[in-house]
């Protein structure tokens, strides 16, 4: 895996990791609890940005009705739903569907770095893309945040900035970006403390990529 390519505000992007489910409500709408910021709700709607939304306010048609520690009661198109910070994934309506897009436009921040969010096994994550990484990487608390079984796969030794450490090679059963998703990729987990999950080239050779400006575009190869 590379040396981290940048910086972030770690406190929002851990707040973004701390992601509960996304929840398909009846009109395909995603929302993602992220996290709690005093008692507004942080809430990802279909993959956008975090918006902090108090009780009695609307974001984009979903209404926060009460907020109460890890748990945000949520009311979209007349139904009420409660998400929990860290919950396996709730639906109302239909059930997550599989993505059967086939390209994913990306966007670099203001560094030139590109983040995104996604879902790994179903379960929400923030991704940034890392071209010189061999693998997805992900760290030991985000593996354990969304369930990854990760002391059964093989134990590696992963090259770092700061030296070796001890990690565990396993397959992901499914990462997805926007509405593209692919199905057994390789990862590797490190204790080495990340806000984000380095999206690497187990991932990124599935894909033909093309850069152009400030926009990396992802057709889809198989």
């Excluded at 902090?52 to 979903?62: I, K, L, M």
């Excluded at 409660?82 to 059930?95: A, F, K, M």
């Excluded at 030296?163 to 199905?183: N, Q």
Aim: charged letters at 15%; a positive charge.
């Amino acid at each position: 895996m590379s040396a981290l390519a940048c910086r972030r505000n770690l406190g929002v992007a851990m707040a973004m990791l701390a992601g509960a489910a996304f929840s398909p409500m009846a009109q395909g709408q995603a929302v993602t609890l992220a996290g709690m910021l005093g008692g507004k709700a942080l809430l990802v709607v279909d993959g956008g940005e975090p918006k902090s939304v108090a009780p009695g306010e609307t974001f984009q048609g979903v209404r926060v009705l009460s907020t109460q520690g890890e748990v945000a009661v949520l009311e979209v198109a007349g139904r009420r739903q409660t998400l929990r910070v860290g919950e396996s994934p709730v639906s109302v309506g239909q059930p997550i569907v599989q993505g059967k897009g086939s390209r994913i436009v990306l966007s670099a921040d203001s560094q030139g770095h590109f983040f995104t969010q996604g879902l790994v096994n179903s379960r929400p994550v923030q991704f940034m893309v890392d071209t010189g990484a061999t693998t997805i990487g992900m760290s030991v608390s985000d593996a354990d945040r969304i369930g990854l079984q990760y002391k059964q796969g093989q134990a590696v030794q992963v090259s770092t900035a700061n030296g070796v450490v001890p990690g565990w090679k396993i397959r992901l059963s499914s990462v997805r970006l926007s509405d593209v998703e692919v199905r057994d990729i390789e990862a590797v987990i490190t204790p080495i403390s990340m806000p984000f999950v380095l999206l690497g080239n187990s991932y990124l050779t599935r894909f033909q990529m093309t850069r152009n400006n400030e926009q990396m575009v992802l057709e889809k190869r198989y």
